[in-house]
């Protein structure tokens, strides 16, 4: 979806930007973090098989690591999107009000 042309009102702003913004971002993240899981699922089946390989061990470690830290940028995604939506109340709650996210 596209933004209108001219000059954004709040409502606008709210439907064209901010939300589709804040979704796209959450869906991305996710989509990182379904895929890391599946890499982090296949590298403990190998461990499972060769526990002594260490090569395996030090990868798995590290698609943990990695795993972890999404999971965590998910966490401040969600902490931006709260301070946005209340700047954005604060500013345009006389002109409109935004319709809950999820």
């Keep these: ?3 209108p042309g001219g000059t954004l009102n709040c409502e606008d702003f ?3 930007q901010m939300m589709e913004a804040h979704l796209s971002r959450d869906k991305a ?3 990182c973090i379904a895929q890391t899981s599946e890499v982090v699922g296949q590298l403990r089946e190998e ?3 060769d ?3 260490l090569a395996v061990n030090k990868q798995l470690r590290k698609e943990q690591t990695k795993l972890k830290l999404m999971q965590s940028e998910l966490n401040v995604e969600e902490v931006v999107n709260d301070r946005s ?7 345009c709650r006389i002109h409109y009000t935004p319709p809950k996210v999820k």
Excluded: P
């Design 29 to 31: 993240i996710k989509a």
């Design 14 to 16: 709210s439907m064209f």
């Design 1 to 3: 979806m596209a933004a």
């Design 51 to 53: 526990g002594e390989n």
């Design 47 to 49: 461990r499972a098989k």
């Design 85 to 91: 939506l209340k700047v954005f109340s604060e500013r």
